[in-house]
């Protein structure tokens, strides 16, 4: 087991990673302050691994409470459910919610944790590789509203992750691609050595190789603690964690939620990013062909969808959360593992990189 921590004075918590862990009740017992706890988790994933979490709870008095699975749920009125489900059985403000399942399970779960009474304790036990990498770690959580994604929410951070690799056993070949396109883009971000373990181990990781799947997740988490850690509240720094999604959220947004999944969608948007990283003159050539074979070769788009126009995405880029005062600030490359927060493009340099990467030309 490798235990990383994530760096924010008294807020401080440890990410666990290996294998069996949900079968080391001591692991759980100790990052419980009080007698009680609610699991929160979905109707995919309890049947999994719902007697694994009770068994290790014994001596605790926990409760639970299953959601409908899918990210539509993702809401103000699903989240009342967790509410409902604290207050009818009385728990206070030292009960701990257990979040068990992917991001949005983690989402939810973190945000009723960090709202309710003001805020009881947080655990995070993810179970979809994308979680395990990215949502349950730097404390966002929140909801969905029918105008936007994710708009409702607080940062609040858990008292522990506790990652699972063998609970991706049982995740779907698309849902683990899916978490991949994230461990790419933290290579891509500012690790240019763990770009090029990528390009020599996709398989293995395809494979669900569990040793190498442990590494890219260590890798992954202590990327992103090291960014939270130096910017926990996306003042600057933090929204490097953003290649690829500026773009991506676009794709999502057009086609609909679901359609494309979020890794999907961004695993084509740093593919833009990094054309349009090449066409500025920041990259090479040679570099932006490794990023889109290496996102090739994880079976991952590196286009966006044809029906989507070149308007529809600025529409929707400008509306992106990364807006501040009216400029659009975007994630380049000045090389692999070399990501820089801009706004210095012109906005003719964006059309020419949406236009050459919304259609496969290859
Ligand atoms: N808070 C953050 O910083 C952050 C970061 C990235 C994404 N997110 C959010 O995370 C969500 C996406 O998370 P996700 O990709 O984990 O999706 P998800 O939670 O919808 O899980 C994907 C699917 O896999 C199922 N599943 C989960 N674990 C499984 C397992 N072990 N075996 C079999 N099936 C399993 C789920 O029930 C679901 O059907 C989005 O809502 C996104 O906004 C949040
Ligand atoms: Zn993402």
Request: proline share 2%.
């Amino acid at each position: 087991m490798a235990t990383l921590k994530v760096d924010l004075g008294e807020r401080s918590y440890p990410i666990y990673i290996g294998t069996n862990l949900l079968g080391d009740n001591e692991l759980l017992h100790q990052h419980i302050p009080g007698n009680s706890a609610l699991i929160v988790s979905n109707e995919t994933v309890a049947p999994l691994y719902l007697e694994s979490i009770n068994a290790m709870l014994t001596g605790i008095r926990h409760e639970t409470v299953i959601l409908p699975d899918g990210e539509k749920y993702k809401n103000l009125e699903v989240l009342n459910q967790i509410y409902d489900a604290l207050l009818a059985n009385r728990l206070d403000r030292n009960t701990t919610i257990i979040a068990l399942g992917g991001g949005v399970i983690g989402d939810m779960a973190g945000f009723a944790a960090a709202s309710y009474q003001r805020g009881v304790h947080l655990i995070q036990i993810p179970t979809t590789l994308l979680s395990q990498v990215d949502s349950s770690v730097g404390g966002k959580t929140g909801v969905n509203h029918a105008l936007g994604k994710n708009m409702i929410g607080a940062f609040y951070q858990p008292k522990a992750v506790i990652a699972d690799t063998d609970t991706l056993n049982t995740l779907p070949a698309r849902e683990l691609r899916a978490g991949i396109a994230e461990i790419i883009k933290y290579g891509l971000i500012c690790n240019a050595a763990f770009f090029s373990w990528l390009e020599q181990n996709m398989d293995a990781l395809l494979a669900k190789n569990s040793s190498a799947l442990s590494y890219a997740i260590e890798i992954s988490c202590q990327t992103k603690a090291d960014v939270v850690a130096a910017d926990e509240r996306e003042n600057g720094s933090r929204a490097l964690l953003n290649l690829g999604h500026t773009f991506g959220h676009a794709i999502e947004n057009c086609l609909g939620y679901g359609e494309w999944l979020h890794g999907e969608a961004i695993s084509a948007g740093m593919c833009m990013a990094a054309e349009m990283s090449r066409q500025m003159h920041w990259m090479t050539a040679a570099d932006t062909a490794k990023i889109f074979n290496l996102i090739k070769k994880a079976n991952l788009p590196t286009h966006a969808p044809e029906s989507i126009s070149t308007d529809e995405f600025l529409t929707l880029m400008s509306v992106d959360k990364k807006v501040m005062d009216g400029i659009l600030r975007l994630v380049l490359m000045r090389g692999i593992g070399q990501s820089t927060v801009t706004s210095d493009y012109s906005r003719n340099q964006l059309i020419r990189a949406i236009e050459s990467t919304t259609t496969v030309t290859t």
